[in-house]
Each structure stands twice: as C-alpha cells, then as structure tokens.
C-alpha cells in the first residue's frame, strides 16, 4: 500500500503562483511514476504533468512553459511549481504514484481569480 498526502492548494489571482507537494509513504519501490492530475467541476480527470524515478518529465501542453514537477526520491516527495496561473487552471489537483498499480491522494483545490 502507497500513502499520498497532498499539500499546497489555495485561492491566488491570475498570474499568479503556487507551489503544491505530495508525500508518499508505503511501499515505494524504485521504477515508479507520479505525477499530478486534476479535475474541473464537469470535466474528466485529465494529466498535468508526470515525473519518473528516473527523472524524466512530461507535460500537458496546456502547461508547458508555466509548470515545473519536480521530486526527491531519498525523501519520496513530489513538488508541482505552477506559475502564470489562468483561470481555467482552476481545479482539484490530485498527486499519484503508480507501479503496477495507481494510488491517489484526497486532492487539494487549485483556485484561480481572474
């Protein structure tokens, strides 16, 4: 069993920037991915951004050049820099872990004024 606990959300104007992390506890083992998906009232749960053990990273277009996911393997965390936030990056933000199968974190809400 993996643990993943969000931290980081909150209420910030258009332009702005926020910093979300997630820590994994459990049984965490190397050749994993996490990463962040998120969700908007009505919409699907679509791929922000996703980091292997290895390091490599990928992007939805729709971020790429505004968010940055980093994370520290001997400290089993995962960060989310999010600059030039939009309104339409209004969502619940939520951390996963997946090796043979996916854990999910509780989510934290992203919110973003315009």
């Given at each position: 069993q993996v643990q993943l606990v969000e931290s980081g959300g909150g209420l910030v104007q258009a332009g702005g920037s926020l910093r979300l992390s997630c820590a994994a506890s459990g049984s965490i083992f190397g050749?994993?991915?996490?990463?962040?998906?998120?969700?908007?009232?009505?919409?699907?749960?679509?791929?922000?951004?996703?980091?292997?053990?290895?390091?490599?990273?990928?992007?939805?277009?729709?971020?790429?050049?505004?968010?940055?996911?980093?994370?520290?393997?001997?400290?089993?965390?995962?960060?989310?820099?999010m600059n030039s936030l939009k309104p339409e990056d209004t969502a619940v933000y939520y951390c996963y872990y997946r090796r043979a199968r996916t854990y999910w974190g509780q989510g934290t809400q992203v919110t973003v004024s315009s």
């Open positions: 050749g994993n991915e996490m990463g962040w998906y998120r969700q908007a009232p009505g919409n699907q749960r679509d791929l922000v951004a996703a980091i292997t053990s290895g390091g490599t990273t990928s992007y939805a277009d729709s971020v790429k050049g505004r968010f940055t996911i980093s994370r520290e393997n001997a400290k089993n965390t995962m960060n989310l820099q």
